[in-house]
T-cell receptor, first 114, second 111 residues
Framework: AQSVSQHNHHVILSEAASLELGCNYSYGGTVNLFWYVQYPGQHLQLLLKYFSGDPLVKGIKGFEAEFIKSKFSFNLRKPSVQWSDTAEYFCAVMPGGGADGLTFGKGTHLIIQP | GAGVSQSPSNKVTEKGKDVELRCDPISGHTALYWYRQSLGQGLEFLIYFQGNSAPDKSGLPSDRFSAERTGGSVSTLTIQRTQQEDSAVYLC?????????FGEGSWLTVV
């Protein structure tokens, strides 16, 4: 079975700082990778996803993530964060084909200080 | 089109009572998931339905939890004899082309 590890449970940054949230997964085959965001009091929203092709994927709100197959990683980045980026961020992995469902990491709570 | 719909959005129940949570997936989506999100915790997989296949129940935390999906569409998650540790947000999701769409969740509080 697959698993997902998010290394940072809590991250505090100042506005305009650069962001990188780590995500590593364990699974031997082809995977689809996702980052979801949950703003305070709201439901989960898809930030970006990787299925195949260019390993650098761009999502909404200026976020991007890079799939590095050799490192089993899918780190989320943003060059300059805003106060409105304060939220919980979840990395998730789904084996290719989706037969085994989606497995989430435990999430990273990001706080942006104005 | 409508998204994944969950009801009730909020439920407060007394310890020991049974609760039912409902999920209406997006029309045409064959796969449906239930997850649980407890305060300060990540997302915990509960159960997965795919078409007519037997559901993957490996995430259900105890035999007090059960779920069914009727006619390949609507799903009901039932928690019997609720305990305070069952308090959480219960999220339903359905999939299309490997992308999962989440409902807004049912907030369950057991008092």
């Amino acid at each position: 079975a697959q698993s997902v590890s998010q290394h940072n449970h809590h991250v505090i940054l100042s506005e305009a700082a650069s962001l990188e949230l780590g995500c590593n997964y364990s699974y031997g085959g082809t995977v689809n990778l996702f980052w979801y965001v949950q703003y305070p009091g709201q439901h989960l929203q898809l930030l970006l996803k990787y299925f195949s092709g260019d390993p650098l994927v761009k999502g909404i709100k200026g976020f991007e993530a890079e799939f590095i197959k050799s490192k089993f990683s899918f780190n989320l980045r943003k060059p300059s964060v805003q106060w409105s980026d304060t939220a919980e961020y979840f990395c998730a992995v789904m084996p290719g084909g989706g037969a085994d469902g989606l497995t989430f990491g435990k999430g990273t709570h990001l706080i942006i200080q104005p | 089109g409508a998204g994944v719909s969950q009801s009730p959005s909020n439920k407060v129940t007394e310890k020991g009572k049974d609760v039912e949570l409902r999920c209406d997936p997006i029309s045409g989506h064959t796969a449906l998931y239930w997850y649980r999100q407890s305060l300060g915790q990540g997302l915990e997989f509960l159960i997965y339905f795919q078409g007519n296949s037997a559901p993957d129940k490996s995430g259900l935390p105890s035999d007090r939890f059960s779920a069914e999906r009727t006619g390949g569409s609507v799903s009901t998650l039932t928690i019997q004899r609720t305990q305070q540790e069952d308090s959480a947000v219960y999220l339903c999701a359905s999939t299309r082309k490997d992308t999962i769409y989440f409902g807004e969740g049912s907030w369950l509080t057991v008092v």
